[in-house]
């Protein structure tokens, strides 16, 4: 156990990146976790990748027409670098070179302030840009008004194909953003996600707990991904998981 602990702090000391990859959850019974550990002096990595081996099923070529690839980005800083670092790695990690669809899930605003077209626009950009390269089939948003949501399908190159919305906070679909969906051919979804999944706090006292009460406060949450790959033909969930993306402030 003093020997795990001292290699959990030589690494910890050392590195400036975190990633987390839960592996697949439909799994989960069989899922050993498996980080690095006793590294050399000679040898420390600058990025800790802590993942679970063979978890999730590498997507082949034959069966890729039969699957449906989305994700779900929360982005926890502001850098817009974070999507496509987010998209590159969900595409490497389940082995693929395009995501079907990605719903973005802005930074949470201050209590008070209230989302705006202009707050959207730089991350949609980046999500454009994505499109453009054929690293995502189609993007989305979460929680939009239909206020909001018209203004950034006006604005828009690539236009929104979906829109979730919390009924923890609506439980029935408004009718004016239903007509304006229907329109427009928006994809209206549910979700009961949180405004934020995991607060900085969270995240800090999880690692913390992982690594014998390491300090762990220069570590900044920057951006959390929740993959699920579907069987089209028959609406089977086949993978489904997390990946997390940290980074360290001061060294």
């Known amino acids: 156990m003093e020997n795990h602990t001292t290699s959990a702090e030589v690494l910890f000391n050392h590195a400036t990146t975190l990633y987390l990859h839960t592996g697949n959850l439909v799994n989960r019974s069989r899922l050993k976790k ?12 600058d990025t800790i990748d802590c ?12 069966e890729r027409e039969e699957l449906k690839v989305s994700v779900k980005l929360f982005i926890c800083e502001a850098d817009l ?28 605003l201050p209590e008070g302030e209230s989302q705006t077209l202009e707050n959207l626009q730089p991350a949609w950009r980046e999500l454009e840009g994505l499109v453009q390269s054929h690293k995502i089939a189609a993007i989305g ?16 190159q690539v236009k929104p194909s979906s829109n979730q919305v919390n009924l923890a906070s ?20 549910t979700h009961n996600d949180p405004k934020e999944l995991i607060t900085a706090a969270s995240f800090q006292e999880a690692v913390q707990e992982s690594t014998q009460d390491l300090k762990v406060a220069d ?5 959390v991904l929740r993959y699920s790959i579907i069987v089209k033909s028959r609406g089977i969930i086949k993978a489904k998981g997390y990946l997390v993306h940290s980074k360290r402030s001061n060294l």
Not at 34 to 45: A, F, G, I, Q, V
Not at 219 to 223: A, K, S
């Open 34 to 45: 498996k980080c690095p550990s006793s590294p050399s002096e000679e040898d420390l990595p």
């Open 51 to 62: 993942s679970i081996p063979q978890a999730t099923e590498a997507i082949t070529p034959e």
């Open 81 to 108: 670098s974070s999507i496509k670092d987010a998209v590159d790695k969900s595409c490497q990690a389940l082995a693929v070179s395009q995501l079907d669809s990605v719903i973005i899930a802005p930074p949470v």
């Open 141 to 156: 948003t979460s929680d939009l008004d239909k206020e909001l949501l018209e203004q950034l399908y006006n604005w828009a």
């Open 170 to 189: 609506c439980c029935v679909m408004p009718p004016d953003l239903t007509a304006f969906a229907k329109e427009f051919n928006i994809q209206l979804l």
């Open 219 to 223: 570590w900044r949450l920057e951006w």
